[in-house]
T-cell receptor, first 116, second 109 residues
């Protein structure tokens, strides 16, 4: 079974709809991240969480919100989807770093979201 | 804004040849990592090099880091068709990674 799973894998929705993307992990990691990927732009960080009570904005958090329901679950919501939120969304996890050094991240398979 | 920028944007090579791609970044880092992404799938970690290291090897991968020039290179030796993918550098600080836009590598049989 995959260590980091995302649901749904594909979603088509309409402008103005509320959408929730879910991420679950079995790696036992404290840190979880949400990224979006657009063609030619690489990955951009939306939100990240270091534990259940910690939520931090990334570089492109406007229009998104998150919920860390448990150590293993981190959900991303689009309150009112718009077409320019059409993208590939990835969840990732990492262990708490030692000596202040960021460690490798483990990625889920991605959710392809299309907003019409 | 993105921290790392890869060069070239795309690379096409013959199977068996070496592939080299570069990454430049702007601010000081704790480490630099390279990831691979096969078409539309999740990223897979390849190698991490810390700011006090200059070179690191892992199988057919060789990574160098020059902190004075704020640049890194990834060399894939003896390429295979399975190496066809996009490769991303990511710079790490205490809290998170910042990714570049990636280099798309195509290995021709």
């Amino acid at each position: 079974d995959a260590d980091v799973t995302q649901t749904p894998r594909n979603r088509i929705t309409k402008t103005g709809k509320r959408i929730m993307l879910e991420c679950s992990q079995t790696k036992g990691h404290d840190r979880m991240y949400w990224y979006r990927q657009d063609p030619g732009l690489g990955l951009r960080l939306i939100y990240y969480s270091f534990d259940v009570k910690d939520i931090n904005k990334g570089e492109i958090s406007d229009g998104y919100s998150v919920s860390r329901q448990a150590q293993a679950k981190f959900s991303l919501s689009l309150e009112s989807a718009i077409p320019n939120q059409t993208a590939l969304y990835f969840c990732a996890t990492s262990d708490a770093p030692g000596a202040g050094l960021g460690d490798e991240q483990f990625f889920g398979p991605g959710t392809r979201l299309t907003v019409l | 804004s993105q921290q790392g920028e890869e060069d070239p944007q795309a690379l096409s090579i013959q199977e068996g040849e070496n592939a080299t791609m570069n990454c430049s970044y702007k601010t000081s880092i704790n480490n630099l990592q390279w990831y691979r992404q096969n078409s539309g799938r999740g990223l897979v970690h390849l190698i991490l090099i810390r700011s006090n290291e200059r070179e690191k090897h892992s199988g057919r991968l060789r990574v160098t880091l020059d902190t004075s020039k704020k640049s890194s290179s990834l060399l894939i030796t003896a390429s295979r068709a399975a190496d066809t993918a996009s490769y991303f550098c990511a710079t790490g600080d205490d809290y998170k990674l910042s990714f570049g836009a990636g280099t798309t590598v195509t290995v021709r049989a």
